[in-house]
């Protein structure tokens, strides 16, 4: 098993970081009243990290952000937790499905990301608010095709400028 850097461990854990306060951030902020609907700035990190370092990295890095943000939660591991993980697991799917097949811009797989984690948390919203899942899902499948547009752009902007920082450093 390949040993990991001191840089490669402290960039990942600060990538961890980051999403957890962006997450935290923005799920105070409402973008569209009365729902829960956020951008995903979150998934910015995930796209970056993916596209860095490679699919295993940002599973943990997302699964990890997923379960701090649920201890931090003022409703802990309840159904926002839930709605959360199912979103974010198919979200991550999805992002590790295309970046394996490796034939999609990153603003591509940005969308199909977001589409794929509100089709999460629809699924999992199914189980508890049936009539509210119909009418949030349309406006929330909807909102998500701009979201990835978003997130993918400044993912990919942010890759673009930030080259060579996450680069392992060769030894002399």
């Avoid at 962006?22 to 569209?32: L, Q, R």
């Amino acid at each position: 098993m390949k040993k990991m850097s001191i840089k490669k461990l402290v960039v990942l854990a600060l990538m961890i970081a980051i999403a957890v306060v962006v997450n935290i951030i923005e799920s105070m902020i409402p973008i569209v009243p009365g729902t829960a609907f956020k951008i995903g700035f979150a998934n910015i990190i995930i796209l970056i990290v993916v596209y860095a370092y490679g699919v295993k990295e940002a599973l943990v890095v997302g699964l990890i952000r997923i379960f701090i943000v649920g201890l931090l939660s003022p409703s802990g591991f309840g159904l926002t937790f839930m709605l959360s993980l199912m979103g974010g697991f198919f979200s991550l799917t999805m992002i590790v499905v295309f970046k394996i097949i490796n034939k999609f811009s990153i603003v591509a797989v940005s969308v199909i990301s977001a589409v794929m984690h509100v089709l999460g948390q629809i699924i999992a919203a199914s189980f508890f608010l049936t009539d509210v899942v119909k009418f949030y899902a349309p406006i929330m499948l909807s909102l998500s095709i701009p979201a990835g547009i978003l997130t993918g752009i400044l993912a990919k902007r942010f890759l673009k400028i930030s080259l060579g920082w996450f680069e392992e450093e060769k030894k002399v």
